[in-house]
């Protein structure tokens, strides 16, 4: 999948509760995204969590969709008073809310006669959208216009995103990307940075980091590169043939940052 520009359609990780917010959950859903996407040399593009503001819920998924992103939504979609992702996206896509015959068949399904009066609501969906199977208690995500709502709880979450990965996202596509970075010994940025800043023009193409751990004669800084994998491989050369010249003490894998003992 790609926009008209070819450049890949950004892909984006919505995840809505004041508990991840207030610290009373913490949040797997990030990582879980990024695990899966990186056998396909993909990362998200970004990631927000937000509260339980159905305005707030409401103008975040306009300006998803305004921008063309795919969106992997967790949170907010059951059946009480404070799940309004339902309700939120069918006003954001200018959808009515209506019931989905086939999601309110699996709950009554798996719910029998409990499935009422509440749980029904959980088939409430902005119209015209498809089901995402839930395999842990058949109570179904859904999806429309590259935005996939999956609720909160990881442990149904997460494989209602492979089957996302598996079967609307299977063009997905693998990219040609890479990371890749070496360690520094005992340097500082301010000491690397006209060797940072000239790499960084000479690869234009390519994502530059530097992350800094220590202090001292410990200090290490990760520093690498991300993009095509020919040119990133390129870069990193040009890197250590700098370090090189500098007298820098470097190597591929992180160094303990304590001594290690014997």
Wanted: glycine share 8%; charged share 20%; hydrophobic share 40%.
């Amino acid at each position: 999948m790609s926009v008209a520009s070819g450049k890949p359609i950004a892909i984006g990780v919505l995840i809505i509760g004041d508990e991840i917010l207030s610290g009373r959950r913490k949040d797997t859903h990030l990582a879980a995204v990024i695990e899966r996407l990186a056998p396909r040399g993909r990362q998200p593009d970004w990631a927000q969590m937000i509260g339980d503001d159905a305005d707030h819920i409401e103008r975040t998924l306009r300006e998803s969709q305004q921008a063309g992103s795919i969106v992997f939504c967790f949170g907010g979609i059951g059946a009480t008073p404070d799940d309004l992702t339902r309700a939120s996206a069918a006003r954001a896509f200018e959808r009515p809310l209506t019931r989905h015959p086939e999601a309110e068949r699996r709950i009554i399904a798996q719910f029998g006669e409990a499935a009422f009066p509440h749980r029904v609501h959980m088939a409430d969906f902005p119209e015209q959208v498809d089901l995402i199977p839930n395999p842990i208690n058949n109570v179904a995500g859904f999806y429309l216009e590259n935005h996939f709502f999956m609720p909160g709880f990881p442990q149904m979450a997460h494989p209602m995103l492979d089957w996302i990965l598996a079967n609307p996202l299977a063009s997905l596509g693998t990219l040609d990307y890479r990371e890749q970075s070496i360690w520094t010994i005992g340097a500082s940025e301010n000491d690397l940075l006209p060797t940072m800043t000239g790499l960084c023009a000479e690869f234009p193409d390519l994502k530059f980091f530097s992350l800094p751990i220590g202090q001292g004669e410990r200090r290490l800084i990760e520093l690498g590169f991300k993009g095509a994998s020919a040119r990133v491989a390129q870069a990193i050369k040009a890197l250590q043939n700098q370090l090189d010249a500098l007298d820098v003490t470097h190597q591929s894998e992180r160094p303990p940052t304590e001594p290690t003992q014997t």
